[in-house]
C-alpha cells in the first residue's frame, strides 16, 4: 500500500483555516491534516483529488482561494500529482 506525505507550515495550516470548509480541498485539509508531517494512505488521497477535482468544476483553478504561485499550492498540486 502507497503511503504519501504532506508537511504543512503553521502559515499553510492559517491559510487552510482561513479558506475554511467554503471548498472541498480546505474542508477535507481541515479534517485530515495538522502542521508538521502528515501522512495518507492512496484511498484517503483519491477522497482529497476528488474534492479537488469537484472544485474545478467549470474552469475554477485547482485550489480555490490559494495563489497558485504559493508555497501551499506547489505543495498540493503536487501530492494530487504523485498519487498512482
Not at 503511503?3 to 504543512?8: A, D, F, G, S
Not at 501551499?72 to 498519487?83: M, N, P, Q, R, W
Given at each position: 500500500?502507497?503511503?504519501?506525505?504532506?508537511?504543512?507550515?503553521?502559515?499553510?495550516?492559517?491559510?487552510?483555516?482561513?479558506?475554511?470548509?467554503?471548498?472541498?480541498?480546505?474542508?477535507?485539509?481541515l479534517n485530515a491534516a495538522g502542521e508538521g508531517s502528515n501522512e495518507f494512505a492512496e484511498h484517503e488521497l483519491w477522497?482529497?483529488?476528488?474534492?479537488?477535482?469537484?472544485?474545478?468544476?467549470?474552469?475554477?483553478?485547482?485550489?480555490?482561494?490559494?495563489?497558485?504561485?504559493?508555497?501551499?499550492?506547489?505543495?498540493?498540486?503536487?501530492?494530487?500529482?504523485?498519487?498512482?
Amino acid at each position: 500500500m502507497n503511503r504519501y506525505k504532506l508537511e504543512l507550515t503553521a502559515d499553510d495550516i492559517q491559510a487552510i483555516r482561513f479558506v475554511g470548509a467554503r471548498y472541498g480541498w480546505s474542508f477535507w485539509l481541515l479534517n485530515a491534516a495538522g502542521e508538521g508531517s502528515n501522512e495518507f494512505a492512496e484511498h484517503e488521497l483519491w477522497e482529497f483529488k476528488e474534492a479537488v477535482d469537484s472544485d474545478s468544476e467549470g474552469g475554477h483553478s485547482r485550489f480555490p482561494l490559494l495563489s497558485p504561485k504559493s508555497g501551499l499550492y506547489g505543495k498540493l498540486d503536487a501530492l494530487v500529482e504523485s498519487i498512482v
